[in-house]
């Protein structure tokens, strides 16, 4: 019997096993596959996520392994045609350290980096791979997860990582509704090129009807590019090295031998799609296994990890004993409404609806309607009780430094207002204006759970979610 049983070695299912490993929860990953993910599509880290990865504790390899997105070099006929900007411009703040644009790391990169940590915490044997969940059978215990080959587990909550074609959902008989984005498919290969330079992200535009676009981006980090090609519907993909070949001399001004190699690739076709139920009693559903996105706008990765962390501590302390069952039902609350917001930004950017910028930056999303939430002051300030507590370094503190870690952290600002003596860190602000003034208790996942101008409720609210410990 292991206690939290994750299906899938993704980014979802490493980035939920790091976070529960941390916590001292007993979980195990099982990978389909005999290693890890190969390809470099989701490329693109959002601002929130950094702030994520940092809490994890993989912020330094992720930046020593990646970079910024070069600017964008729009082809016409063989010649330099102009420079396309693809983010509106931002500026990184103290609140936001990571607040610009997104930071490129290959996914294949970033998962091995999250599996490094997993080692490192102690948590690396519990990946175990070419184990293929073939089914689930759960009674008021635990959950049963059959295998292709192998003995059956027995866990106590299941988590369902395990991708777009998610086994597990199709077992639950949980349902996907949603839409196609483009009925146009798209091949994506990481390749090796010679004859385009690195500095920027070559776009050639279709040329004519029944053309389609070609992009090739230097990925960070390597020497590889990603090269994405848009198809009209119904035709063959090609994804061999020939393949790839006549695409890249057809749509450019490369010849075919400048694609010199085919480390990794694949095609498909741009969804939305949201699971009708992120939960089915002790089995949850996290990242694509909940949502599908289109590729535009870099958000399936992110809010797939996430996912993760939202229900990490959730489980953590449900397991220890320290809040009620019921505190595992505001995943689906809090997570899903998220997930359905971050699809219709998805499509927007694919449809050039939507620029990429603030929408898909991700530091604005909050639960401020969740039942977890609680805001007492009749006029709150800047920063309400459901939001992303902000960072920032006041008289020497750093409060990401501060909230870093699995618990909760109880912070007062601009206020003398005494408060109970808590188990969790305690940080007190003469003042900060990004929060305004206030009584704050920030959750294991950095948004504000409970505000107040005092801390009237406070000791109540700590004890019903388990922030006591
Ligand atoms: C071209 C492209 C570009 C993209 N760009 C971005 C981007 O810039 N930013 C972004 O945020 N997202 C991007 N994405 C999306 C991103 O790749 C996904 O959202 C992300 O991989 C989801 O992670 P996951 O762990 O939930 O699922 P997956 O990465 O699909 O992992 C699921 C894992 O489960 C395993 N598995 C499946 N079935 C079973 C089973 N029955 N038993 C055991 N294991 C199983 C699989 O082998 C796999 O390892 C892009 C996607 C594409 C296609």
Redesign the pocket.
């Known amino acids: 019997m292991t206690d939290v049983l994750i299906?899938?070695?993704?980014?979802?299912?490493?980035?939920l096993a790091v976070d529960l490993a941390r916590r001292g929860v007993d979980a195990v990953v099982?990978?389909?596959?005999e290693g890890?993910?190969p390809?470099?599509?989701?490329?693109?880290?959002?601002p929130r996520?950094m702030e994520v990865f940092e809490d994890l504790g993989v912020l330094d390899a992720i930046r020593a392994a990646g970079g910024p997105y070069p600017v964008g070099m729009i082809w016409q006929d063989g010649k330099r045609a102009g420079e396309h900007r693809m983010f509106d411009p931002a500026e990184a703040g103290e609140d936001s350290p990571f607040g610009a644009e997104?930071w490129m790391v290959p996914?294949w990169r970033t998962?091995e980096i999250l599996f490094e940590r997993l080692t490192e915490l102690g948590g690396g044997g519990r990946v175990l791979f070419g184990?293929?969940?073939?089914g689930l059978d759960q009674d008021a215990e635990g959950v049963t997860v059959a295998?292709?080959a192998g003995a059956p587990v027995r866990a106590r909550y299941v988590v369902a990582?395990?991708?777009?074609?998610?086994?597990?959902r199709r077992a639950l008989g949980i349902g996907m509704t949603g839409e196609t984005v483009d009925p146009n498919p798209?091949l994506?290969a990481d390749v090796r090129i010679r004859g385009l330079d690195r500095d920027n992200w070559h776009v050639f535009p279709p040329q004519g009807e029944g053309s389609g676009f070609m992009a090739i981006c230097p990925l960070a980090g390597t020497e590889d590019f990603?090269l994405?090609a848009q198809f009209p519907e119904g035709e063959h993909l090609d994804v061999s090295l020939e393949g790839i070949r006549k695409v890249a001399a057809a749509r450019s001004h490369l010849a075919p031998e400048d694609v010199t190699e085919v480390r990794w690739a694949?095609d498909?076709r741009p969804r939305a799609a949201l699971a009708d139920s992120f939960r089915a009693g002790r089995v949850f559903l996290?990242?694509?296994?909940?949502h599908?996105?289109s590729?535009a706008?870099?958000?399936?990765?992110?809010?797939?990890?996430q996912?993760s962390y939202n229900l990490g501590w959730k489980l953590g302390v449900v397991l220890r004993g320290d809040a009620p069952e019921s505190l595992l039902a505001t995943y689906e609350e809090e997570r899903r409404v998220i997930a359905a917001r971050m699809l219709g930004i998805s499509t927007g950017v694919h449809r050039g609806e939507i620029r990429r910028g603030e929408a898909t930056r991700q530091l604005g999303l909050g639960y401020r309607d969740s039942s977890l939430t609680t805001e007492t002051r009749p006029s709150p300030g800047p920063v309400r009780a459901g939001d992303r507590a902000p960072d920032g370094t006041v008289d020497g503190v750093r409060l990401f430094d501060a909230f870093r870690g699995p618990h909760w952290t109880l912070l007062t600002v601009g206020t003398a207002t005494p408060v109970p003596l808590l188990p969790v860190p305690t940080v007190r602000l003469a003042s900060y204006e990004v929060y305004g003034t206030g009584v704050f208790l920030v959750r294991p996942d950095g948004y504000v759970g409970w505000a107040g101008a005092t801390a009237e409720g406070l000791r109540e609210y700590a004890e019903g979610v388990g922030a006591l410990g």
Request: charged share 15%; net charge neutral.
């Open positions: 299906v899938g070695a993704g980014p979802t299912g490493l980035a099982v990978e389909r596959a890890l993910f390809g470099s599509r989701g490329k693109g880290l959002q996520t997104p996914q998962q184990r293929e969940v073939v295998f292709a990582a395990d991708g777009g074609r998610s086994t597990v798209i994506v990603q994405v694949s498909f996290a990242g694509d296994a909940a599908v996105h590729p706008g870099g958000q399936g990765l992110n809010t797939s990890v996912d």
